[in-house]
C-alpha cells in the first residue's frame, strides 16, 4: 500500500510524543525497528501501511492487533 493518503495531520504535544515514544519502544521496536521500517511493506516513519489509510485504522490496528499476521494487540 501506498502512503496513507487519507491520514489525518494532528498537532501532538511534547508530552504526547515522549509517551508515545515510550510505548512504542516498548512494546513496538522489537518487530517494526526503531525507524519503523522493519517489517516488509510497512514504514512507520513514512506513513507507509498495508491494512490502515486513516488514523481510526491505526489505532483500531495497534488496539486489536493483526490476527494471523503476528501483531498481537
Known amino acids: ?6 491520514a489525518e495531520a494532528q498537532n501532538y504535544g ?3 510524543i515522549q509517551t ?5 519502544a516498548s ?3 522489537l ?9 516488509q511493506g510497512v514504514n512507520l516513519m513514512r506513513q507507509q501501511f ?3 489509510s ?3 485504522d491505526i489505532r483500531n490496528t495497534v488496539s486489536n492487533g493483526i490476527a494471523g499476521a503476528g ?3
Not at 500500500?1 to 487519507?6: I, K, N, P, R, V
Not at 508515545?20 to 512504542?24: E, H, V
Open 31 to 39: 518487530c517494526h525497528g526503531n525507524n519503523g521500517d522493519g517489517i
Open 54 to 56: 486513516t488514523d481510526a
Open 14 to 16: 511534547t508530552a504526547n
Open 27 to 29: 512494546q513496538s521496536a
Open 1 to 6: 500500500m501506498a502512503a496513507a493518503s487519507g
Open 71 to 73: 501483531m498481537p494487540s
Open 20 to 24: 508515545g515514544y515510550r510505548i512504542y
Open 50 to 52: 498495508r491494512r490502515a
